[in-house]
């Protein structure tokens, strides 16, 4: 099956050994690419914002509010060229099984393109749109990527 990895880039080293994992088993997989910085520790877009002022430091018109805008766009060529999507939910910032916005907003595209939707582990108990995402229908994989189908 093809397909597309969503998810936190704060994830980045465990998504990136998934997709391993995922192709081991015979998928073909498409994952989120670093756009703000190389890979580091911490390869988060909050983060970088965090280093840089805070969101709030970046006026509206600024060239990293285009950069995010091409990177959203981006990734929804890349589900719209996938059979379904995994979220890979893990915890953080204390939270178990995060989901934020962005993952979020990628569930709802791929929800509305008619997509299949996986989770990785299952639904964060703290989340503002936790009904939204359970109105989408996805499957719960509880960490069994072989559930994939």
């Known amino acids: 099956m093809k397909i597309c990895i969503c998810s936190s880039m704060a994830f980045y080293e465990k998504f990136t050994a998934l997709k391993k994992e995922l192709e081991s088993v015979g998928h073909s997989v498409i994952a989120p690419e670093l756009e703000f910085e190389t890979k580091r520790d911490d390869t988060s877009v909050g983060a970088f914002f965090d280093r840089n002022g805070g969101v709030d430091a970046f006026p509206l018109d600024h060239e990293v509010w285009k950069k995010k805008g091409k990177a959203i766009n981006a990734h929804f ?17 204390g939270i178990p099984n995060y989901i934020g916005g962005n993952t979020f907003l990628e569930m709802g595209y791929a929800y509305g393109t008619g997509k299949k939707i996986f989770i990785l582990n299952e639904m964060p108990t703290a989340s503002a749109y936790k009904e939204e995402m359970m109105g989408m229908q996805p499957t719960i994989l509880n960490g069994d990527i072989l559930k994939i189908a």
């Open 77 to 93: 060529r890349k589900i719209d060229n996938s059979e379904c999507i995994l979220i890979t939910n893990y915890e953080k910032k």
